[in-house]
DNA sequence: GTGGCTGCAAATCATTTGCATATAC
DNA sequence: GTATATGCAAATGATTTGCAGCCAC
């Protein structure tokens, strides 16, 4: 891991007031490196092997301890299972029912979150398009 | 249950290809009268005493079955379980994390939709909001 | 008549919990 | 030194599956 990525992630926990520990950077790496949209078994996968002692209980913890830390974002797009997200400027987010993939869609949608936040006091806002994304449209012809 | 619920619960079914049973019928009567957004829970418990030989089960299948006909939308604003919801024209939700209540919200959003269906075929689009509701927060002045 | 629907019990699997140990600060 | 984080094993709970019998059409 470069050295300037361990450092933004010791800065990234201390400025959201988290303990800095090896488990919490190697899962920020992970996400900032990938941007996949990964569920925690991914990251466990994927980590585990350089970080034989890394267990899957602490994945979840940590996810859910940045995600109150507003680091994280918790997608709720797929029906079976959370994904995570590093936390950025507001987007959204696309569902390939053929490939599964998820992709970031970035539109900005000011009307929305304007007229509700004079309502409610709206802390997340989630925009989840789902359908066959381009590329399988071309493979299989489903337009 | 009212004869003309019944009536339209029956044209209903059969306009998407469904057969007509007692158990869609009054699923699909539920979900028309309270539009609450419930569970699959929910729905079992609030009709079990007067279908006693209704199971779960039924609940699930019914519910797949009729969102793969198009006539119900499941939504996973929760981050827990599935809710369910009577499919009408484009609208979105907020839910409010205080008192859990999933509240309908009006807002048209034809940026989106159309921006994004130029590139990918978008079949369904959720709008998810979360925060504190305005009931809650009068009661208890987290403004 | 038959293909699809229902309902029971058992299985699945993502996530959570309890708790003992280890570690950041 | 102490509060918090980690990791293991076990529990939970929503949803799914297998399958036998039933019913809509």
Redesign the interface.
């Known amino acids: 891991m470069a050295d300037d990525a361990i450092e933004r992630g010791v800065k990234l926990l201390r400025d959201h007031g988290l303990k800095v520990t090896p488990q919490r950077l190697v899962i920020l790496r992970y996400l900032e490196k990938y941007r996949n949209h990964p569920n925690a078994d991914e990251i466990y996968n994927a980590l585990k092997s350089r970080n034989p002692s890394l267990s899957k209980t602490t994945v979840y913890n940590t996810l859910e301890t940045m995600h109150k830390q507003r680091l994280v974002d ?1 997608l ?4 079976s299972e ?1 994904r995570y997200d590093l936390r950025r400027e507001s987007h ?1 987010h ?1 569902m ?2 053929e490939c599964g993939r998820i ?1 970031d ?1 970035e ?1 900005a ?1 000011p ?2 979150h304007r ?2 936040n004079g ?16 590329e399988c ?1 071309t493979k299989e012809d ?2």
């Open positions: 918790v709720t797009i797929s029906e959370r959204h696309f390939c029912q992709l869609i539109i949608c009307n929305c007229i509700i309502e409610h006091r709206v802390d997340e806002v989630h925009g989840y398009f789902k359908g066959i994304c381009s449209l489903k337009l």
